[in-house]
């Protein structure tokens, strides 16, 4: 089974601490992506990023940024966390294809900003 | 571009009674559909998609979709539901020729009243 691994499930910090969420699969995906999901809103697309050292902004990029430096691996980065930050963080990956890919997702990573 | 919309965020159905969950979208291109299932604390699985081929879907856990291109719709059924059945339902498309990343509706929570 593909597993995507995300490395923390609950996190609460403090306004202006930097935030690292990590993500791993596990199936050679060569997409791997971070949503944020809140209530009412569905999942809006962060970042994404198709190849290693590769990255394109998605729908709500500002506060963020990622890092990926090896296949497997997908970064979030919060440099300077907001209280509008509070939010599920979900990370998914795919096959590369013509849009017919499965994303598989990890279990999210929910976190709180005081 | 592309768009989902998910008609009523709540829905309660009975035990033993149909589901029926609309989804309508929006894309300028023949697009791929995609229906998604998140339990409680947990990320979003794969119900069924939808390609290209035969307009009627069948997914997991009984669930069946069909692709409706006169009425852009992609509504999500279920005969009788089932109490495990409750849960959050996001439909999603993509664009077959373009980026390989998911456009998600704003979700569907299901209740299953015993």
């Known amino acids: 089974d593909v597993k995507v691994t995300q490395s923390s499930r609950y996190l609460v910090k403090r306004t202006g601490e930097k935030v690292f969420l990590e993500c791993v699969q596990d199936m050679d995906h060569e997409n791997m992506f971070w949503y944020r999901q809140d209530p009412g809103l569905g999942l809006r697309l962060i970042y994404f990023s198709y190849d290693v050292k590769m990255k394109e902004k998605g729908d709500i990029p500002e506060g963020y940024s990622v890092s990926r430096e090896k296949k497997e691996r997908f970064s979030l980065i919060l440099e300077s966390t907001s209280t509008n930050q509070t939010s599920m963080y979900l990370c998914a990956s795919s096959f590369r294809g013509r849009g017919g890919g499965e994303l598989f997702f990890g279990e999210g990573s929910r976190l709180t900003v005081l | ?114």
């Not at chain 2, 929006?26 to 069924?48: A, E, I, R």
């Open chain 2, 1 to 114: 571009a592309q768009s989902v919309t998910q008609l009523g965020s709540h829905v309660s159905v009975s035990e033993g009674a149909l589901v029926l969950l609309r989804c309508n979208y929006s894309s300028s291109v023949p697009p791929y559909l995609f229906w998604y299932v998140q339990y409680p604390n947990q990320g979003l699985q794969l119900l069924l998609k939808y390609t290209t081929g035969a307009t009627l879907v069948k997914g997991i856990n009984g669930f069946e979709a069909e692709f409706k291109k006169s009425e852009t719709s992609f509504h999500l059924t279920k005969p009788s539901a089932h109490m495990s059945d409750a849960a959050e339902y996001f439909c999603a498309v993509s664009d077959p020729f373009g980026a390989n990343n998911l456009f998600f509706g704003t979700g569907t929570r299901l209740t299953v009243i015993p």
